[in-house]
């Protein structure tokens, strides 16, 4: 978010509301969410919003209360950093050893349950990799441990589907949108582990760092200038205009 308002809220929001109700927890008021939300961010230009919505306080064992009282937590850090080198040269991915598990329930919410992805990150330090891939337990592609991927061909773009594990993200939507205003073909898609080796271009989407083009994952190379530049830039544009209150 910048500029004491945050980025693509209504999204935002939006992606907590149905992750609520898919987990059956009442979702906040949106007034009064979007006023704690204002109230932490007087005299911030810059930053990274978290905002963690429980089911709140319950007895022992997996039985959920029959009437949740939900806790908020609104937890602001700093920035991330620029990453502009990446748009510059692509982005250094790894392929991780750690798979996701399928459970058709969660998938495409964005929920705490990330054990998984704890378990991916884990696998290495060099700060010249700034994600992994991870499959499903049919080897099928479906994300990294903190962003969607994009397939680029001559055919148009490809994106793993989320309907068996993975998070839908808000970047991922909008370039979904963008795509189709641009003409460009655009689909979800099973993708196995080879289609994707095949790819002539490959870029990722996460909330932090927008659209960045992929330069190899693994020993396998990507041409960056198979990414449709023009659908980056729109949606950058997009992911990080501040979304004022009306």
Known sequence: MRAEAPCLWSAHLARLNRGAERLGIPSPDPALLRAETDALL??????????????????????????????????LYPAAPDPGRWRAQGANLTL??????????????????????????????????????????????TCGTMSNLFLCGDNGIETPAVDRCGVAGTVRAL?????????????????????????RGLFLTNALLGPLPVARVGPHRFDPRAVPAELLERVRDAAFQPEIKS
């Open 42 to 75: 007087i005299g911030v230009e810059t930053g990274v919003l978290r905002i963690t919505l429980t089911r709140g306080p319950g007895g022992r064992g997996y039985r959920p209360p029959p009437r949740p009282e939900p806790t908020r937590i609104l937890a």
């Open 96 to 141: 991780c050893r750690a798979v996701l598990g399928t459970n058709p329930l969660l998938a495409g919410i964005k929920h705490l349950n990330r054990l998984e992805q704890v378990l991916a990150r884990a696998e290495w330090d060099d700060p010249e990799i700034i994600d992994g891939v991870m499959t499903d337990s049919q080897g099928r592609v």
């Open 175 to 199: 370039v979904l949108r963008h795509a189709a205003a641009l003409g460009i073909p655009a689909r979800e898609a099973d993708i196995p582990l080879a289609t994707l080796a095949r790819a």
